[in-house]
């Protein structure tokens, strides 16, 4: 019977248990754990998890994948607190949307015999928790992948597979990288729609503007009923390329005001035209693809979860820690 450990049981790590639940995992059992009890049981209770761990160190003791799924700030601690019950050869991944520090996190507590992949399935809820889980949450939206540099192929082709078994398209970047890239598409748009909704409540008129609000308001102040928490260790994990883009933002507003102020119509026909044609056309044509070099490869289940790569390092560490429980009985 193979495990694997979801460590935090919210909207994310449950999407990701259900979906692994309906891909049908022979021989799998999909541990569990997260911050309160409730949560945990509840997510029984929903087919999300099969065991259901007390611990983050309990949840991933025999553990072949390892998936942490806990808010961004919360990550390095339980990276402290599993990495002495990891089994040698695990592997070890992370939903979070900022990866710098995680990254770092991995690197400087988790111990060298097990290899950390990180991950960011870009798929969410306004509505956070268990009970807003959902198997298709990440079907047909990106998982960003970003292995350290110590994580071998089969570790990498595990958590592809993962992704792959969720339902997500793979795509490959570098910590820097993403993290400079949703602060754009994903950062700055959840302040933007908190911010927007604060002006707008702010007001003194706000019981007569909230009659008139409609589907634009709603559609665009969305994000802002999303989890506060959540919010807050985006901002202060990824600050510098979140200012970075709502400073672009700022200058374009300015330019946008500029534009209206002068009272032209032609320059105001032009500053919405062009968002409006090519909105339309990524809607229509979806993102554009840039050169990411030989296509991602299918994962089978086999090759997640039993690949022979992992599975003869995973023989070597435990020949290797056989051999020295033996010295060191025979020095006793």
């Given at each position: 019977m193979e495990r694997i450990a979801i460590i935090g049981l919210g909207l994310i790590g449950g999407s990701i248990g259900l979906a692994l639940k309906r891909a049908g995992l022979k021989d799998v059992q999909i541990a569990g754990t997260a911050r309160t009890r409730d949560t945990v049981q509840r997510a029984k209770k929903l087919g999300a998890i099969d065991d259901d761990a007390r611990t983050a160190a309990e949840a991933v003791r025999d553990a072949r994948l390892v998936v942490v799924a806990a808010p961004i700030l919360a990550t390095r601690a339980i990276f402290g607190e599993i990495a002495p019950a990891l089994m040698p050869g695990a592997v070890v991944t992370d939903v979070g949307s900022t990866k710098g520090n995680v990254m770092r996190w991995a690197k400087e507590l988790l111990p060298d015999s097990i290899h950390f992949v990180g991950g960011h399935p870009m798929a969410g809820k306004e509505t956070p928790g268990i009970d807003a889980a959902d198997a298709d949450l990440f079907?047909?939206?990106?998982?960003?992948?970003?292995?350290?540099?110590?994580a071998d192929e089969a570790a990498v082709k595990s958590v592809v597979g993962l992704a792959q078994l969720c339902g997500a398209d793979v795509t490959f970047m570098d910590a820097d990288e993403h993290d400079s890239y949703v602060a754009a598409i994903s950062h700055l748009p959840l302040a933007l729609s908190s911010?927007?909704?604060s002006v707008?409540?702010?007001?003194?008129?706000?019981?007569?503007?909230?009659?008139?609000?409609?589907?634009g308001f709603r559609d665009t102040t969305r994000l802002a009923s999303g989890s506060p928490e959540m919010a807050h260790d985006i901002m202060i994990s990824n600050r510098e390329n979140v200012l970075h883009w709502i400073d672009r933002f700022q200058e374009e507003l300015s330019?946008?005001?500029?534009?209206?102020?002068?009272?032209?119509?032609?320059?105001?026909?032009?500053?919405?035209?062009?968002?409006?044609?090519?909105?339309?056309n990524y809607m229509v044509a979806g993102a554009p693809r840039r050169e990411t070099g030989a296509p991602i490869e299918t994962i089978s289940l086999g090759d997640m979860l039993l690949g022979s790569k992992v599975t003869g390092f995973m023989k070597k560490q435990q020949e290797i820690l056989k051999a020295a429980e033996e010295r060191a009985e025979k020095k006793r």
């Open positions: 079907r047909e939206k990106t998982w960003v992948v970003v292995p350290s540099v110590s911010a927007l909704f707008v409540f702010g007001s003194a008129a706000w019981p007569e503007l909230a009659q008139l609000a409609s589907s330019r946008f005001r500029a534009t209206i102020a002068a009272g032209e119509s032609q320059p105001v026909i032009e500053a919405f035209t062009r968002p409006q044609i090519e909105r339309d």
